[in-house]
Structure formats: structure tokens, C-alpha cells
């Protein structure tokens, strides 16, 4: 069974479109990510949610709007989209706790094409 | 300013000899660090992990060695085999679930 899956894996639109991505994991966490992988291959956090809340926003522009109907949804819109969004974006999800440290487990990644 | 750093963009190593990937990180307040292993259009899989109230962690073939005043870590695979063959990254925590990578090695293990 897959642990965390996306969909889709691929996503080829315009420029000025407007995409979702959604995510869903089946290992009963409470906290969900997302991350991006440039071209440069730097993979970089941009949202968390703890149990439908939001914990981390990393300056991401606010056309990039995550949305979490339960613990184990994550989905990411994003608006008026532009050529600079093209980049791998990667789901995943773990447990937080203060008292032990989180092993996050990753989705399979959608590679977002902006033409 | 990238935080964690891996400077070897690639590495090749014979089947059955040590891997030896290498990190450095500058933010003195991480506390945690771990590595991950992807595959071409696969996520990233956790490998291991070390403490920074640790100096070695120990898993199978993988040994992870964290250098705290150098500010270094390595991942040690030994013998290498050819699955082993990935992107290795270097992925670091100050107390927090915030992940920082690095931006990744990759390994390859040829017979």
C-alpha cells in the first residue's frame, strides 16, 4: 500500500493557469508538508500542517494557498500560475512531538511544467 | 544561504568497497540530522538518523558519524552494492520538524 501518494505526477499547463495537487497519506500522522525541488535540486519546505492547522509558512507567494480538509489531506493550490513554478513538488508527512524527533516520509513527487 | 551543504556533486565507488558521503552544515543550533536516498522519480526515503547527543549511528551496512565541532556529518555504506546506486541528501532539524536539506550526492556503485 502506498504510504503517501500525489496526484498527478505530472502537470503541464500555461502560464496564468490556476492547479491543484493533492496528497493523501495512510500512516495515521498528524503533520503533512510540502515541499519544492527547484531545478537547482534544492528541496525546500514551504507549507506544514499540524492536525488541519498551519504550523510553517516559508514566504511562499500567497497564489501557492495549501488547504487541509483532515489530518490525512494535504492539497496545494496555486494561482495565476508562472514560468519560475515549473519544479518538482513533493508531499510528505510525519509525527510531530516534542519529545521525540520526526522522520518525515515522502510522496512521490508531481513535476509542475509552467509553459 | 544554504545552511547544509554537500560539495561532492557525484561519487563513484566499485561494488563492495566503503561510500563515503559527506555534509557540512553552518547553523550551530541543529540538532538533528538525517539522511535520505532517492530514487529517479521517487520521492525521498529515510535512511538514517543521528542525535546530535551522538556521535555514530549504526544501521546495517549504513553508519552515519556526526562531528559536532567540525560541523561535519558522513554517511558510510559499506559494502556498497549497485542498489545502492541514488541521490543521497543531508537533510538537518534545530528542534523542530523544519527540515534543511542539502542538495544532494549522487552515488554510483558500479560492479
Known amino acids: 500500500d502506498t504510504a503517501v501518494s500525489q496526484t498527478p505526477k505530472y502537470l503541464v499547463t500555461q502560464m496564468g493557469n490556476d492547479k491543484s495537487i493533492k496528497c493523501e497519506q495512510n500512516?495515521?500522522?498528524?503533520?503533512m508538508y510540502w515541499y519544492k525541488q527547484d531545478s537547482k535540486k534544492f528541496l525546500k519546505i514551504m507549507f506544514s500542517?499540524?492536525?488541519?492547522?498551519?504550523?510553517i509558512n516559508e514566504t511562499v507567494p500567497n497564489r501557492f494557498s495549501p488547504k487541509s480538509p483532515d489530518k490525512a489531506h494535504l492539497n496545494l493550490h496555486i494561482n495565476s500560475l508562472e514560468l519560475g513554478d515549473s519544479a518538482v513538488y513533493f508531499c510528505a508527512s510525519g509525527t510531530r512531538s516534542l519529545l521525540s524527533y520526526n522522520e518525515q516520509f515522502f510522496g512521490p513527487g508531481t513535476r509542475l511544467t509552467v509553459l | 544561504d544554504q545552511q547544509v551543504k554537500q560539495n561532492s556533486p557525484s561519487l563513484s565507488v566499485q561494488e563492495g568497497r566503503i561510500s563515503i558521503l559527506n555534509c557540512d552544515y553552518t547553523?550551530?543550533?541543529?540538532?538533528?540530522f538525517l539522511w535520505y536516498k532517492k530514487y529517479p522519480a521517487e520521492g525521498p526515503t529515510f535512511l538514517i538518523s543521528?542525535?546530535?547527543?551522538?556521535d555514530k549511528n549504526e544501521d546495517g551496512r549504513f553508519t552515519v558519524f556526526l562531528n559536532k565541532s567540525a560541523k561535519h556529518l558522513s554517511l558510510h555504506i559499506v559494502p556498497s552494492q549497485p542498489g545502492d546506486s541514488a541521490v543521497y541528501f543531508c537533510?538537518?532539524?534545530?528542534?523542530?520538524?523544519?527540515?534543511?536539506f542539502g542538495t544532494g550526492t549522487r552515488l554510483q556503485v558500479f560492479p
Open positions: 537533510a538537518a532539524s534545530a528542534d523542530t520538524d523544519k527540515l534543511i
Open positions: 543521528i542525535s546530535s547527543i551522538k
Open positions: 500542517y499540524n492536525n488541519k492547522e498551519l504550523i
Open positions: 547553523n550551530s543550533m541543529f540538532d538533528y
Open positions: 500512516l495515521g500522522h498528524d503533520t
